[in-house]
């Protein structure tokens, strides 16, 4: 399950999973951010925070992932995980062929570093 929070003011999605992810997170999270993107443009960032990853609880929640990323991906400019796990530090190298943010990686002591970078600063 993930808790998303739009930061309105800051154009900034923040998701914070707690457990396997399951479609309707998705589902959610699409809700929560279309309206913003129709209205804007787009999202100047989305903020990960997760201890660890946590997996998905099917292949069809993966796919509802896969789903979601191709369909917003060009309409957010930066990404930024934000975690102390090896799995999660690797996610940027990855999403790097798949994506057209920028995506970085932050421990969770870079917390307001991750924020200020979301916000534009080339930190």
């Known amino acids: 399950m993930i808790h998303p929070e739009l930061l309105r003011d ?4 923040i998701v914070s999973p707690t457990g396997k992810l399951v479609k309707a997170d998705f589902e959610q999270l699409t809700y929560l951010v279309d309206p913003y993107i129709q209205e804007y443009g787009g999202l ?3 903020m990960i925070l997760a201890s660890d990853f946590p997996g998905w609880e099917d292949f069809a929640t993966l796919v509802s992932h896969i789903r979601f990323v ?13 975690g ?34 979301l916000n534009g600063s080339s930190g």
């Not at 800051?10 to 999605?13: D, E, Q, Y």
């Not at 996610?91 to 924020?115: C, I």
């Open 84 to 117: 102390d796990d090896d799995v999660l530090a690797l996610l940027p190298k990855l999403a790097d062929h798949f994506v057209d943010a920028e995506v970085q990686y932050f421990s969770f002591a870079q917390r307001e570093q991750a924020m200020s970078w």
């Open 10 to 13: 800051k154009g900034i999605v």
């Open 44 to 46: 100047n960032g989305v």
């Open 70 to 82: 191709e369909d917003h991906q060009a309409r957010i400019k930066r990404v930024a995980v934000v």
